[in-house]
């Protein structure tokens, strides 16, 4: 039985020496590298999470100079993928998701893939009352030393191993042997045949995790395009901000200007009392506009700085004007691809799809893995076990010395533990088995239905893919042309501001000359602010239009070379670049207007 017990070596070998080096070795170094050698507690000490670093890569601080924050549109995108509190919180989800990872790799109930070594050790006394003359030892001490090792695999086998020791001592006159010791070792493996059969099918949890990492991480691009959308509105927000207060002062100096003029001409007789009357009014029209639009404006920064800031506590970033240096730039040729491209574009980028068709992945794990679950329980079963026996001999005195009549030191020879683990590794006493267990539900009702509700919530899925690759569809046209409409809205509106400023020049030409009325002017002036509003609010309904149209498509983290892994680390190594962005030929007025800047509020 030699090659036998070298088989027995050698898998014993295969299954722990691989197992413990997995174990011991599980935890990394700090530094994210495995440690050269193994750390023997490294699987009971807990793993730390350092506490958040609100802005550790300091770019806002580099950037806040005499109280303003002075931001290009690459900037705010930066920050915002270094600072901004909705990408912290996601970032936390793909660690989670590796921590199910590992625990799925554990196996699940009842059998696990990680090994498990139990052991019982114990000591017994035991003092019964005498009811013969038989029974007169009735005292004994036991020690037990079980061990236990036991591991399941992918393909449905479990394996165990067990080596028990037991040593019994007592008062007993009749014991042949006084202390008795006894050693077992035994193999066990058991393989299902039918239901739990296959790798597939018992990587299930584990498949099942890494496509909801892969779930994590499209939830965390998903995250990082939302949050870009927002600060790529927000931006453009805050310039028409910037820009509606310039309006708005130029309309209020014009306004003041013409009431000068009134109140001089009313001096010299030339205009009547109610012309400087309605100038005046005109003044107080225009400075209640210019207040609305310098609280819009510092509402637009709060919002900003939300955006790009973990934290709103720190006084002097709260006090920073944030002052946008892009302006927006209407290129001279669209570069709308074809429909076609663009839906094929977007099928293929997506986020929102790929999610969608990674949990249809899992809900086809889950049909399979319940059909299987629906086929009797078949378990081929096989054992391999040896025993051994040792212990002292009583004296010659004990009552077995007498009754069978083998007293004597020749009779029985007295051995010790070693013995007993020579005749077990020698195979003396062999013991071996082999069972075919089978276990048939005679209704199966919890299966069939679990199967029936997976069947059903996978064609779910899969319409629910269908669906939505129609509304990509949709949404892709419509952005389209909402990007050619709103283009011809800035267009048409600066050919209408360039009309009323043509407009308003001669008519304050005529009252100059004293052909037209204060009324007049006015008027001119009125609709030359209109203009300006409607230009503004084309020129961000244009630019809202290109930001949608890139994250219909999926293209909004490829058109401004963002890379995910600086977002994924929260320090930006490649600034972004945003398309149809010009810097600003001069700082935006209306600075007044912003927080802790003179003549705020007023």
């Known amino acids: 039985m030699l090659w036998l017990r070298g088989l027995i070596a050698i898998a014993v070998l295969a299954v722990l020496v691989p197992a413990a080096a997995g174990q011991v070795g599980s935890n990394p170094s700090p530094g994210g590298r495995r440690a050269p050698w193994p750390n023997p507690v490294g699987m009971f000490t807990p793993m730390r999470t350092p506490k958040p670093a609100c802005g550790s890569s300091g770019r806002m601080d580099q950037l806040v100079k005499e109280g303003q924050l002075r931001l290009s549109l690459d900037e705010a995108i930066a920050l915002a993928l ?95 042997l006084n202390p008795v010791l006894n050693s077992n070792l035994s193999f066990t493996l058991r393989q299902h045949l039918l239901q739990g059969f296959g790798i597939a099918n018992n990587r299930r949890l584990l498949l099942t995790a890494r496509n909801n990492r892969e779930i994590a ?15 790529e509105k927000q931006y453009w927000d805050l310039v028409n901000a910037y820009e509606n207060v310039k309006s708005k002062e130029r309309a209020l100096d014009l306004a003041r200007h013409l009431l000068e003029d009134n109140r001089k001409k009313l001096d010299d007789g030339a205009v009547a009392a109610i012309e400087v009357v309605r100038a005046e009014s005109q003044v107080a029209s225009d400075t209640r506009g210019l ?36 302006a927006m730039q209407l290129p001279a040729v669209e570069r709308v691809e074809p429909i076609q491209d663009s839906i094929a574009t977007a099928l293929a980028h997506r986020a929102d799809l790929k999610k969608k068709l990674i949990d249809l992945s899992n809900k086809e794990i889950d049909n399979k893995a319940n059909g299987n679950a629906l086929l009797p329980t078949v378990d081929l079963v096989g054992s391999y076990g040896m025993t051994a026996l040792a212990g002292a001999v ?28 020579s005749t077990l590794w020698g195979d003396k006493y062999p013991t071996y088995s ?51 409409q709103n283009r011809a ?25 004293g052909a037209s009325t ?72 209306g600075q007044e207007a912003t927080p802790g800047a003179p003549g705020a509020g007023r």
């Not at 995250?223 to 927002?230: D, R, S």
């Not at 089978?438 to 629910?464: C, F």
Request: glycine share 4%; hydrophobic share 40%.
């Open 82 to 176: 270094e600072s901004n509190l909705d990408i912290a919180i996601q970032r936390y989800t793909l660690p989670i998701a590796d921590t199910d990872i590992q625990k799925a790799r554990a196996g699940g109930a009842p059998d696990s893939y990680d090994p498990v070594l139990t052991s019982s050790l114990g000591l017994q006394y035991l003092s019964m009352p005498e009811s013969s003359v038989l029974s007169a030892g009735s005292q004994q001490n036991t020690g037990t030393a079980n061990f236990t090792y036991k591991q399941a695999f992918a393909t449905g086998t479990l394996f165990t191993l067990e080596f028990d020791n037991n040593r019994q001592a007592s008062n007993s006159p009749y014991s042949f």
């Open 434 to 484: 082999v069972s075919l267990n089978v276990t048939i539900p005679l209704r199966n009702r919890t299966a069939l239905a679990a199967q029936h509700r997976s069947e059903l919530e996978l064609r779910m899925a899969q319409e629910q893919v269908r669906q939505l690759e129609n509304t990509i569809r949709v949404e892709v046209r419509d952005a389209q042309d909402a990007v050619r």
């Open 217 to 231: 991480d499209v939830d965390f691009r998903l995250q990082v395009i939302t949050t870009v959308n927002q600060v």
């Open 394 to 421: 009583p004296s010659t005195t004990s009552g077995l010395c007498i009754i069978f009549g083998q007293c004597g030191a020749s009779a029985v020879h007295t051995t010790g533990y070693t013995d007993a683990l």
């Open 291 to 326: 207040i609305v639009a310098q609280t819009d404006l510092r509402s637009q920064q709060l919002h900003l700085r939300n955006l790009l800031s973990c934290g709103l506590s720190d006084a002097e970033l709260l006090g920073a004007a944030v002052v946008p240096t892009d």
């Open 518 to 589: 204060t009324y007049n002017v006015l008027q001119t002036q009125k609709d030359l602010a209109g203009a300006e509003a409607d230009l503004l609010s084309a020129m961000s309904a244009y630019q809202e239009s290109w930001v949608e149209l890139e994250r219909v498509t999926g293209m909004t983290l490829v058109d401004l070379g963002i890379d995910v892994a600086d977002a994924e680390s929260g320090e930006v190594k490649h600034l972004p670049k945003a398309p149809n962005v010009a810097p600003a030929a001069a700082v935006p007025s």
């Open 489 to 513: 809205a800035v267009e048409a509106a600066q050919q209408a501001r360039r009309l009323y400023e043509e407009t308003m020049r001669a008519e304050r030409m005529k009252y100059d000359e």
